[in-house]
């Protein structure tokens, strides 16, 4: 997980009554300078589309500077870069409240895209001290402390439980059961499905484990262990419950579909009798898959999918299952604003919600919201398939889902009694709902993650 501590760019001069940019500052994407001798805080001509700032605190005006941020430093256009990225340093303190801390993160990101893209040379220069020396420190967790990181909220339980509650049910009578975790939590979500497998009525399976390993290139969380390391505690898991189970760890990639995995689940099904149950568990990485706005993939015409590519391939091992779970947003647009726009209106729920579970200053919470800010920086200041959060939302992947060949299963009362009873273990606002055939995890009413199941149609 990351952690950005950016030093803020210089202050610029004081105006005559001593009140720098003040509150009245109007700003204006297309304006242009009129002098520039009058530095950081100029005059603008008016323009028929001025805005006005009112309130710098509030929310909307945030997100107001935000964009204007970033229509300047596409246009190059150093002064009013520097003027926003002055005004939004002292309105968004990184300790202040979930809305600035919120705007902090999205600063930090903007500074990064104008330090890569080299837009805005005076302005990466004059920040180029703060930029480079500050590393990005990716927590890396013991898997004990990943799973109580997991735990602090059902941000990743949420799909967990209704993935593990439509797993046991489709494997039912099955003597083995062969489990492909396509995950980015690194096998945090198998311990609970071993002990609901191992009191199955009809006695324990044999478990097959497929795991991709698409280190180095991974979204955070980080492990500090091998998957081997992993493999090995899971199966003594495992023995514990009497089940017994193997694993095979796969490096891969989503950079091409993970193409190795697929082929290696071909080979895989050629030495197979048949007689188990493949699940294919994707929990918050199909999003990684570059889609059709990344460069590599947009050359032919019309775009060649990736995405799709990996949903055929996938169909074509005819699997008993099939599990998505992603966040219920779309940060996919090809512009920086279209993205900002939609990631601002979406990642104010981690900030809000860990007010609630963690204290100002822990140590969980640095971790946590470094975690948010590395996906924040990752949708802004990225492109090409470096830029892996390209979530899709619930609509658009249940698009992908049925034109690849399969038709969506109803999760049932069981997976959602599941999911109501976990959610009782966190804080008021989180809540569940259905939309269509999925189950939809909510904080204050707004979605955050959606589960669904299909299998071939």
Not at 133 to 155: K, Q
Not at 296 to 307: C, G, H
Not at 309 to 322: C, E, F, G, I, Q
Request: one cysteine or more; glycine letters at 6%.
């Amino acid at each position: 997980m990351m952690q950005f501590t950016h030093t803020a760019p210089p202050p610029p001069p004081l105006q005559p009554n001593g009140h720098g940019l003040g509150l009245g500052l109007y700003l204006d994407a297309g304006a242009r300078r009129v002098a520039a001798q009058q530095g950081w805080a100029g005059s603008f001509i008016p323009s028929t589309s001025k805005i006005s700032l009112g309130n710098l605190n509030s929310t909307g005006c945030m997100e107001q500077l935000l964009v204007h941020c970033a229509n300047a430093i596409e246009a190059n256009d150093a002064t009013l870069t520097q003027q926003i990225l002055w005004v939004l340093n002292n309105i968004a303190p990184a300790d202040g409240d979930s809305n600035q801390r919120l705007t902090a993160a999205f600063l930090c990101a903007l500074v990064s895209r104008a330090s890569r893209t080299g837009a805005c040379k005076a302005v990466t220069a004059a920040v180029a001290a703060a930029v480079e020396p500050a590393a990005l420190h990716v927590h890396r967790f013991t898997a004990v402390e990943l799973a109580s990181f997991i735990d602090l909220t059902p941000w990743h339980r949420f799909g967990y439980t209704a993935a593990n509650a439509a797993i046991v049910e489709a494997v039912e009578g099955f003597p083995v059961v062969h489990i492909v975790d396509l995950s980015t939590t690194h096998c945090m979500q198998i311990p609970t499905l071993i002990d609901m497998l191992a009191s199955r009525a009809e006695g324990p399976p044999i478990l097959r484990l497929t795991v991709a390993d698409v280190a180095p290139s991974a979204p955070p969380p980080a492990l500090d262990m091998s998957y081997e390391e992993l493999g090995a505690k899971l199966i003594n898991f495992a023995r514990s419950r009497n089940m017994s189970m193997d694993i095979r760890v796969v490096p891969t990639s989503p950079a091409d579909a993970f193409t190795s995995l697929v082929n290696q689940l071909r080979v895989q099904q050629l030495v197979s009798d048949g007689g188990e149950a493949l699940v294919v568990n994707c929990h918050m990485i199909l999003h990684t898959v570059p889609d059709e706005t990344a460069g590599s993939v947009s050359l032919a015409q019309p775009p060649f999918s990736l995405r799709t590519m990996l949903l055929k391939s996938l169909r074509t091992l005819d699997p008993t299952l099939v599990v998505v779970v992603d966040e219920d947003a779309d940060f996919t647009a090809s512009d920086v604003v279209g993205r900002l726009r939609a990631a601002f209106n979406f990642l104010w729920i981690p900030y809000d919600a860990v007010d609630t579970f963690l204290p100002k200053g822990s140590e969980q919470r640095r971790w946590y919201e470094a975690e948010v800010g590395w996906k924040v920086e990752n949708v802004l200041a990225q492109e090409g398939v470096e830029r892996v959060e390209r979530q899709e939302d619930r609509a658009r992947w249940g698009q992908r889902m049925r034109g690849a060949g399969f038709r969506e299963l109803v999760l049932g009362e069981e997976a959602a009694g599941e999911v109501k009873a976990m959610l009782n273990e966190h804080a008021a606002g989180w809540g569940m709902k259905r939309e269509d055939d999925d189950l939809v995890l909510t904080w204050k009413g707004h979605n955050v993650v959606f589960t669904s199941a299909w299998v071939p149609s």
